[in-house]
């Protein structure tokens, strides 16, 4: 057996804890008092970062394990994606807790009005029924279902895209760069997808 | 009452100041400010029912791009920026053009206290006292001529100092203008302090404009040039981004941003978000310039 692949089958473990660093670095940094002048404002935004940084990643993982035929790295994908979850919804709790204190009125004026609200909370919604179904049990239960099913994440990580870039002030650089990177992913699965048929 | 610039203040300037800050203050924000009451409540400053947002948050909580676009890496990277000597040119349509060092304008100005609300169209918000001087005094200074209808601001640019020059996104220098008469208001100062100091680089040391009742990136800073124009100049986030931003930006709920609700605002410092409030609640003081526009179009 290659030894890389025995030897990421024993440390890919170490992807929870490195998935759990931005949320312990936000802890340090509120301990620290040190979450700028508007903290809540912050944390909203390194946890949304944080939650497309780990849904990008999930959708590297297949294209590079088919590359590299690492299997070890297959089970990736499910917690990659788990933790990206983890970290939209804490991202939502948080703009619906401590940004808007369940401010109804102020928050469906934002929904109405603000377009990049709407597709983030549809991202998030879409996302819940794949966190739901991600283990094994589900994942046999549904069968070819359970396959269509978690297409949906092909969907959900352009929206975090998009949801991002219609934040951004005119410098588009960065929302670009997760837009071609995502659309590499896709383009890569798509790929394997015709070039077999 | 207190005064806060360094500079010494006749009691009779005093009194004057008293007086066109009361004429002026409609709301009481302003009127309060100047009442002996200048309460210190767990440290901090109060200005009648507002609470001056402390000084570490005003200085290291900026949007400067020439710097950065991290709001907190401004105030480390303009550490080192040159804020002297310096000078203001005011040129144009002027019958008396002139170039004031900012010594000058201090002495010839007199800078006073003024608090007030600062409102980010990023929907943040916080209260600072300013020194600062009106604009106008400045502008009788230059006398500006029958046809002189704008005011087009400069702010440096000295990619030496400043490392968010590289940013090619943006058409630098940084522009801002105002219509002559709302330069004219008595709101809309020139500031050289905060808090009774000095202003800092990232606060737009030496000297900036302050138009309370507009949104916080129509306060220019940094000011090398205030040249008076016929026709309206077009600032750099009208260029940068015109369906977003226009010449006016006046703060406004009802006026949506494509990307910030203009409907609340977080006050640094508080956790309950505020409802936002017409011109940030200068409305009886500056909405009469705009009679008779549609403010939804003139964003």
Redesign the interface.
């Known amino acids: 057996m290659n030894p890389v692949n025995l030897w990421l089958g024993r440390l890919r473990w170490l992807a929870h804890p490195l998935a759990l660093a931005p949320l312990a670095w936000l802890l340090w940094l509120w301990f620290a008092d040190d979450l700028t002048a508007n903290p809540i404002q912050f944390i909203t935004h390194k946890t949304g970062k944080t939650a497309l940084n780990l849904l990008a990643l999930s959708l590297a993982v297949t294209p590079l394990r088919r590359a590299t035929h690492l299997t070890a790295l297959a089970p990736l994908r499910k917690w990659l994606g788990l933790w990206g979850f983890f970290y939209a919804s804490l991202h939502l709790g948080i703009y619906l807790v401590l940004d808007y204190f369940f401010d109804w009125q102020l928050l469906w004026l934002e929904l109405r009005e603000k377009r990049y609200v709407l597709v983030g909370f549809t991202a998030w919604l879409l996302l819940v029924p794949l966190a739901v179904t991600s283990f094994k049990r589900s994942q046999k239960r549904l069968g070819q279902s359970w396959k269509k099913l978690h297409r949906l994440v092909y969907l959900v990580t352009p929206l975090a895209v998009i949801h991002f870039t219609w934040q951004v002030k005119s410098d588009y650089r960065e929302p670009l760069v997760y837009g071609a990177a995502v659309a590499a992913l896709l383009a890569a699965r798509l790929y394997t997808r015709y070039s077999k048929t | 009452m207190k005064t806060t610039h360094p500079d010494a203040v006749t009691p009779q300037k005093l009194y004057q100041n008293r007086r066109s800050f009361l004429k002026t203050a409609g709301n009481g924000l302003l009127a309060a400010a100047l009442t002996p009451a200048l309460l210190l409540k767990a440290g901090r400053r109060m200005a009648g029912e507002e609470t001056l947002t402390p000084y570490?948050?005003i200085t290291?909580?900026n949007n400067y791009y020439e710097f950065s676009?991290d709001?907190?890496r401004v105030a480390k990277l303009a550490r080192n920026f040159t804020t002297a000597p310096w000078e203001v040119s005011v040129t144009g349509l002027v019958d008396k053009p002139a170039t004031f060092s900012v010594a000058d304008l201090v002495e010839k100005f007199r800078p006073e206290e003024r608090i007030y609300r600062l409102r980010c169209v990023e929907a943040?918000s916080m209260v600072i006292p300013w020194a600062g001087f009106p604009l106008s005094r400045l502008l009788q200074e230059v006398a500006p001529t029958s046809e002189a209808r704008y005011l087009k601001f400069v702010t440096v640019h000295r990619p030496s100092e400043m490392p968010g020059l590289s940013?090619k996104?943006?058409d630098w220098p940084y522009v801002e203008g105002l219509r002559l008469d709302e330069a004219m208001n008595d709101l809309a100062i020139l500031a050289t302090g905060i808090y009774a100091k000095d202003l800092l680089p990232q606060n737009g040391a030496p000297v900036r404009l302050v138009v309370p009742w507009k949104y916080g990136f129509k306060s220019i800073k940094s000011i090398v040039s205030i040249e008076l124009v016929k026709r309206q100049p077009t600032s750099l986030?009208m260029a940068?981004?015109p369906r977003?931003y226009g010449f006016y930006a006046n703060v406004n709920p009802d006026v949506?941003h494509?990307?910030?609700?203009q409907?609340?605002e977080?006050r640094?410092?508080e956790?309950?978000?505020r409802r936002t409030v017409p011109f940030n609640g200068y409305g009886d003081q500056v909405a009469s310039l705009y009679e008779g526009m549609d403010l939804r179009a003139n964003f």
């Open positions: 570490e948050d290291h909580y676009t709001k907190v943040w940013n996104w943006y986030w940068a981004a977003e949506s494509p990307r910030w609700s409907a609340s977080r640094i410092g956790f309950r978000r």
